[in-house]
């Protein structure tokens, strides 16, 4: 396999204008026209940016692993979009006036937001401190990753056809369970690798 003259010890290149790059970048960009579509009132305007987002998200991280294109502005703008976007989504499906007739309970808002702050926090503080690089996600993140995606896109999708669906309120229980059970997973994962590189 040929090894691109960049890359570094990490596996990544420093190549600021990748493909998988310019979709994510291209996905940041996305985040305020979905957020001006949902203030707006719009119906189907909001399912479609929202669906290209998430395609596009798909088809970096595809891009970047098959092409050997990883690099390390785009560890950066991959998951930068991902939260912007997951930010601005369940923030506003959780305003009566804007998510109408379903939106996102208050709660789960403040439980996924919760999970991500600490994740984000930890791994923030644990490379200043004892330099940790971040680790690969658990499949229990990538599955609670979907159903937060999910939630969003039937929300997303029922508002658009204009019925109220009762019948989400399991999903949002079974979205807030995965995301309790990947915080808990996540920190007590952390707390082991601190432990690990803590001199005795």
């Keep these: 396999m040929r090894v691109p003259r960049d890359q570094g010890p990490d596996g990544l290149i420093s190549s600021v204008f990748t493909v998988p790059n310019l979709v994510s970048a291209f996905r940041i960009l996305l985040v305020p026209i979905f957020a001006w579509s949902l203030l707006e009132g719009q119906r189907i305007e909001p399912v479609i940016i929202f669906f290209i987002a998430g395609i596009s998200d798909l088809f ?12 390390r502005l785009g560890a950066i703008l991959d998951p930068a979009g991902d939260k912007l976007l997951m930010a601005a989504s369940y923030i506003l499906l959780a305003i ?18 919760g999970r991500d702050l600490m994740i ?24 609670t990753t979907a159903f937060q995606i999910g939630t969003v ?36 994962r952390g707390l082991r690798l601190l432990r690990e590189r803590r001199p005795a």
Excluded: C, E
């Excluded at 970096?60 to 690099?71: E, K, N, T, V, W």
């Excluded at 009566?96 to 937001?113: D, K, M, Q």
């Design 96 to 113: 009566p006036n804007v998510a109408v007739p379903n939106r996102i309970p208050v709660w789960l808002t403040i439980i996924v937001f």
């Design 153 to 188: 896109f039937l929300v997303l999708v029922t508002n658009y056809t204009g019925n109220p669906a009762a019948w989400m309120v399991i999903f949002y229980a079974i979205t807030a369970g995965l995301t309790l059970v990947s915080w808990a997973l996540y920190f007590l």
């Design 120 to 143: 984000s926090g930890g791994v923030f503080w644990a490379f200043l401190t004892y330099r940790i690089k971040p680790v690969l996600p658990m499949f229990i993140g990538k599955l």
């Design 60 to 71: 970096d991280g595809f891009i970047a692993r098959h092409l050997h294109q990883r690099s």
